[in-house]
């Protein structure tokens, strides 16, 4: 598609992620106006070829009237300032899930929405997922109450900073949020009950000893949603380096099995026989991104994923930490945001051996190698 010169798009981080989005941006016919990140090498590795800027912060162009929108692709803990930049310059926002690592960031985002009036939204590219729909139209079928479960399992991930409590929060928040935010679409409503066991088997493995704060990268987690739904989670970032990801789901209720190679393959087993769906490969990112580009300039009804969302996702990730560290059952409802004096304050740090709150400022290395970030700078942010 053409580029639309009169929609101009910035997109703050250059890593995998911001790169997808920029190209993203591009394919739906926005104009690419900047691409940013500290390295200015790697701003301009991806911003050249779109005919667009290579900065190292996106200062100058926020204020620029030939810029509409924002995707925001930084590690987590940059979402909420960078986001609040944005909103507060008048753009509208597509910021990378999760939506932040503490309730305090994220309701500041979301107020920053309601007083710009701007577009708001968090990139659960799930949502424009093959897999996703054919999952959603399936379930309908089975019946309740659903007795769910998922295993999502990998070897230590490469980009380190992903095991930084304080930078990205671990597979608990920046994953598992998917899988959170499937289930309530899938059984109608939020968890009123989480209980979680976690880990860090990532401990004593020499891939993450520059990590100071690291992040529970292992966990058994139960799910209690109304009427009766139960959802079981197994999820580890903390095996042998190398192990590539793979991530199963099984729904059971009184009409039928649902067994889910995500996101490749999706099985049905009832009363008339068994099912098989295969994906046909569509790119999701690329499909939110457009999707989006048409919530923005055709008034399309909204199907992009919305603060409230985040929050909710969000909720229950913490909910599942704040079990971990009590060893007591949680309801995520109850928790409320608290006082930060960093941007992730009040992330609980738990390893195997110690379950002691996060209070001390960030790792102070790029999760690439990349120079540190630092707040009013961005680097890349890591594949979802």
Same mark, same amino acid.
């Given at each position: ?47 050249? *070829? ?292 960093? *941007? ?41």
């Amino acid at each position: 598609m053409a580029a639309n010169q009169d929609f101009g798009v910035v997109v703050i981080g250059a890593g995998d992620m911001g790169v997808r989005h920029a190209r993203g941006w591009q394919m739906a016919g926005a104009k690419v106006v900047a691409v940013c990140d500290p390295d200015e090498a790697r701003a301009l590795a991806a911003a050249l *070829p779109l005919g667009a800027l290579g900065l190292r912060i996106p200062d100058d162009v926020l204020g620029r009237d030939d810029v509409h929108a924002v995707s925001v692709c930084t590690p987590t803990v940059y979402h909420a300032p960078y986001t609040v930049q944005a909103l507060e310059a008048g753009k509208h926002v597509l910021c990378e899930k999760p939506v932040s690592l503490t309730l305090d960031d994220a309701e500041t985002m979301q107020r920053a929405a309601q007083t710009s009036g701007k577009t708001l939204r968090i990139g659960f590219m799930r949502h424009f997922d093959p897999a996703y729909r054919q999952l959603v139209a399936m379930h309908g079928g089975i019946g309740g109450p659903v007795l769910a479960q998922a295993t999502i399992a990998a070897g230590v991930r490469p980009k380190l900073l992903m095991h930084d409590a304080r930078v990205n929060g671990g597979p608990i928040i920046d994953m598992c949020c998917h899988l959170f935010n499937l289930w309530s679409t899938l059984f109608g409503a939020q968890p009123t009950v989480v209980s979680a066991r976690g880990y860090t088997f990532s401990d004593g493995k020499a891939e993450v000893a520059t990590i100071e704060h690291k992040a529970l990268d292992s966990a058994q987690i139960t799910l209690e949603y109304p009427g009766g739904t139960l959802g079981q989670v197994q999820v580890s970032w903390g095996l042998p380096a190398g192990i590539i990801p793979t991530e199963s789901h099984t729904y059971m209720a009184p009409n039928g099995l649902i067994s889910v190679d995500w996101s490749e393959r999706l099985t049905l087993h009832d009363a008339s026989g068994e099912t098989t769906w295969q994906t046909d490969g569509a790119d999701p990112w690329h499909a939110q991104i457009a999707y989006f580009y048409r919530e923005l300039t055709e008034d399309a009804p909204q199907r992009v994923a919305t603060i409230d969302d985040g929050i909710a996702a969000l909720r229950t990730s913490l909910a599942v930490l704040e079990s971990v560290r009590t060893q007591q059952p949680i309801d995520p409802a109850t928790l409320q945001p608290r006082a930060t004096t960093s *941007p992730s304050a009040d992330v609980p740090v738990i390893s195997t051996t110690t379950t002691t709150p996060a209070s001390t400022p960030a790792s102070t290395a790029g999760h690439d190698g990349s120079a540190a970030p630092t707040p009013g700078s961005t680097t890349s942010k890591p594949d979802a």
